[in-house]
């Protein structure tokens, strides 16, 4: 069986150290120099870029989110053994975890780290597929000739070079496909390197819970349960046409998936269609001023990102999700793109407002889709809304201070709520 080593990068026969360092830190698998498809993820990313930043907290547990009315961004791993979760309030995150030290996100040193990241990444390949700043599909084919070395050699070396030039750590799952490269890179975080093969992928999905699919959220179990369908065995009992007849094209694509089969190829150009951002709430709330502070939050999130990509959208989306799982999404079109908070926010608002009381919710989201080029956005003004243009322009300035000073340089009153 293949062996190597991820601290010297030493190759060797299977061997429970390695023979070059003794380092225990071995993957062995027969297939570990033929994969070429891996998913790679930034252990805890925010959190331990700021323990990066101060050596202090090293041992600590942190928690990167808003004050106590706020909610988890992310937590670092001695946070998390304590119960802390994404998206979790604030006040709960600190009855579980109280001599956390809790620190404001620094989006802008994220990004700046996660472009550091992804240079590494295109020495590599140039097909990688970012799916978020810590985290990105790389399709290896053909670089064994251009390297030297197989995938698996140089992906080791890319964390290894995470860790002594960035002082950050990651995971790496390698396999034959997407779905399963995905799968391989949660196994054995942090600082792991998963490999799951072709001939043992029947075997490894077995007995494993349909949750693992990408995608299969607290609705979609739920659905799945009331079929009988817990593991990937239960999913491979039915037929193609049935699980069609359930799910739609989503049964389509559970049955291949219950055999370890996907065709999705890496993208490294892939069209941008949406730009979304949501949060699940720790509690089901009905609070019309915690809706409305969400909406808020979620419509500058997604306005930063489209200032940030250069893009705009023309659709407004605005996701909602009842406390018995039952979705309701509603959207509506723009006379002209826009990436602008203000008017994101006002028109998600509006279908807010539409949707009446529906509540409690247990998660919330505000999207922008028919995404286009940011040059003719916000260019048309709003004839029944002459401050429009007022409150657009108040709003780049604002964005100019934020470069300059922070993010918290400027909070509207709503984000407080």
Known sequence: MQALCRDCLSVFENAPRCPDCRSPRVTAH???????????????????????????????????????????????????IRGVRSAMPMFKALKLCPDAVVIKPRGSVYAEVSKQIRAMMEELTPSIEPLSLDEAFLDMT???????????????????????ELG???????????FLAKVASDLDKPRGFSVIGKAETMAFLEHKPVRMIWGVGAAAQSSLERAGIRTFADLRRWEKRDLEARFGGFGERLWHLARGEDKRRVSAHAPLKSISKETTFFEDTSSLDILDGHIWRLAEQVADRAKAKGKAGRVVVLKLKRSNHSLITRR????????????????????????????????????????????AADSSGDLLDPQAKQRAKAERATDEIRKKFGRDAILKGRALR
């Open 30 to 80: 027969d297939e570990l120099f033929g994969l070429t498809i891996a998913h790679m993820d930034c252990d805890a990313f925010y959190a331990s870029v700021e323990k990066r930043d101060n050596p202090e907290l090293a041992d600590k547990p942190v928690i990167i989110g808003g004050g106590r009315r706020g909610v988890v961004s992310t937590a670092c791993y001695v946070a998390r």
């Open 142 to 164: 053909g670089t064994e000739k251009l390297h030297g070395a197989p995938p698996a050699v140089m992906l080791a070396k890319l964390l290894k070079r995470m860790e002594d």
């Open 168 to 178: 950050l750590s990651g995971s790496i799952g390698l396999s034959h496909n997407k």
């Open 332 to 375: 509506t079109s723009l006379h002209d793109a826009t990436q602008m908070a203000d008017r994101l926010y006002r028109t998600a608002r509006n279908l807010f407002d539409q949707v009446g009381d529906q509540g409690p919710y247990r998660l919330i989201g505000v999207g922008l889709a028919d995404i286009s080029a940011a040059e």
